[in-house]
């Protein structure tokens, strides 16, 4: 039994030093999903549901309201932060790029999703998402960043 509680303490006290001593701030997952026009990403929680919904989706293009960004983010402090989506469409010949910025809040232990959204003239004038970057900063610091495979 005392083994047992040993084990424990050790495990906590590693989980505690791993969190504090890790990055500022990370991205841990970016999911770019199209919406529908009754806001959905699919039409049941099934995950290879979703995945064939967003395909006949991307397909159709007269289907779609808007695209949605779920950014998963992990950080010490969290105060402060800013996300900022940019993405490049092709309209405009995808020399135009689309930034938004969204500011943190509090997250939890084990981190937290936040959403941003694009609808309406703004989804329509971006015309399909050839590229995107989500970065996380605080103030003019970059802390973190992930990419899709064809941004520059």
């Known amino acids: 039994m005392k083994f047992l509680?040993?084990?424990?303490?050790?495990f906590c006290l590693g989980l505690t030093c791993f969190y504090v001593q890790g990055a500022?701030?990370?991205i841990t997952k970016v999911l770019p999903q199209y919406i529908d026009k009754e806001g959905r990403n699919s039409k049941t929680p099934s995950l290879i549901e979703r995945d064939v919904y967003q395909k006949y989706l991307k397909n159709n293009?007269?289907?779609c309201s808007g695209i949605r960004f779920n950014v998963q983010?992990?950080?010490?402090?969290?105060n402060e932060i800013m996300l900022k989506i940019e993405m490049?469409?092709?309209k405009d010949s995808?020399?135009?790029?689309?930034?938004?910025e969204?500011?943190?809040k509090k997250e939890t232990f084990f981190g937290h999703?936040?959403?941003t959204t694009i609808e309406g003239e703004k989804f329509r004038k971006l015309g399909e998402v050839i590229a995107w970057r989500a970065t996380l900063w605080r103030g003019d610091k970059l802390l973190s960043e992930q990419k899709s495979f064809l941004w520059q």
């Open 113 to 115: 999703w936040t959403t």
């Open 61 to 63: 293009p007269d289907k």
């Open 102 to 104: 969204k500011t943190l």
């Open 5 to 10: 509680q040993n084990v424990a303490i050790v």
């Open 94 to 100: 995808g020399a135009k790029v689309l930034t938004v």
């Open 88 to 90: 490049i469409g092709s």
């Open 24 to 26: 500022e701030a990370k």
């Open 73 to 78: 983010w992990k950080a010490s402090k969290p």
